[in-house]
């Protein structure tokens, strides 16, 4: 079974600052997708980034970018020139991949209430 | 083009009835998935159906049922609910050949059961 640890209950961070949420995984599997959502207090989740475990590149959207470590089985996530809106809770979560099907099963970690200064 | 659509938003219930959460998949999608997220924790997933039926059940009881139709919405009924069922559940849906990478998520049903 795979397991998702957010080590970090709440953070902050000041307007146009940088923050870095951490996430940690473990699974037995090689195939497998990394995910960074964010859930306001509508409640939706929303997808914020996407990482294949195959790829080495780190993913990047917009002012947000992973820093994926395989080996470490680590998978943080940095918000750049963060704005009022980031204001949520951020979930880090794994799917597996098993003879290329996962069925929607995605773990997730506990999360991380990040909360945005003016 | 509409989302993930459910409903009700809200809904009470008492201990020991029996209640019927529906989801709408976004237009395309033919693959649902259902999580419930209790207060301050990451969502658990429940199951996922596809072509009308269970297509993979996470760790929950018998009394946590479901259903796809033809049109590829779906119902979660809950039986004999309990206190600790007081949640909001998740509905996510994507197209199969896509793959469950692209799930969306709809703004759930926020269950209280007194």
């Known amino acids: 079974a795979q397991t998702v640890t957010q080590s970090q209950p709440e953070m902050s961070v000041q307007e146009a600052e940088t923050v870095t949420l951490s996430c940690t995984y473990d699974?037995?599997?090689?195939?497998?997708?990394l995910f960074w959502y964010k859930q306001p207090p509508s409640r939706q989740m929303i997808l914020v980034i996407r990482?294949?475990?195959?790829?080495?590149q780190n993913a990047t959207e917009n002012r947000f970018s992973v820093n994926f470590q395989k080996a470490a089985k680590s998978f943080s996530l940095k918000i750049s020139d963060s704005q009022l809106g980031d204001a949520a809770m951020y979930f880090c979560?794994?799917?597996?991949?098993?003879?290329?099907?996962?069925?929607?099963?995605?773990?997730f970690g506990q999360g991380t209430i990040l909360t945005v200064h003016p | 083009d509409a989302g993930v659509t459910q409903s009700p938003t809200h809904l009470i219930k008492t201990r020991g009835q029996q209640v019927t959460l529906r989801c709408s998949p976004k237009s395309g999608h033919d693959t649902v998935s259902w999580y419930q997220q209790a207060l301050g924790q990451g969502p658990q997933f429940i199951f996922q159906?596809?072509?009308?039926?269970?297509?993979q059940r996470g760790n929950f009881p018998d009394r946590f049922s479901g259903h796809q139709f033809p049109n590829y919405s779906s119902e979660l009924n809950v039986n004999a609910l309990l206190l600790g069922d007081s949640a909001l559940y998740l509905c996510?849906?994507?197209?199969?050949?896509?793959?469950?990478?692209?799930?969306?998520f709809g703004s759930g049903t926020q269950l209280s059961v007194l």
């Open positions: 699974t037995s599997e090689s195939d497998y997708y």
């Open positions: 996510a849906s994507t197209f199969s050949l896509l793959g469950d990478e692209k799930l969306f």
């Open positions: 990482q294949e475990a195959y790829k080495q």
């Open positions: 979560a794994i799917l597996m991949v098993a003879g290329g099907t996962s069925y929607g099963k995605l773990t």
């Open positions: 159906y596809y072509e009308e039926e269970e297509r």
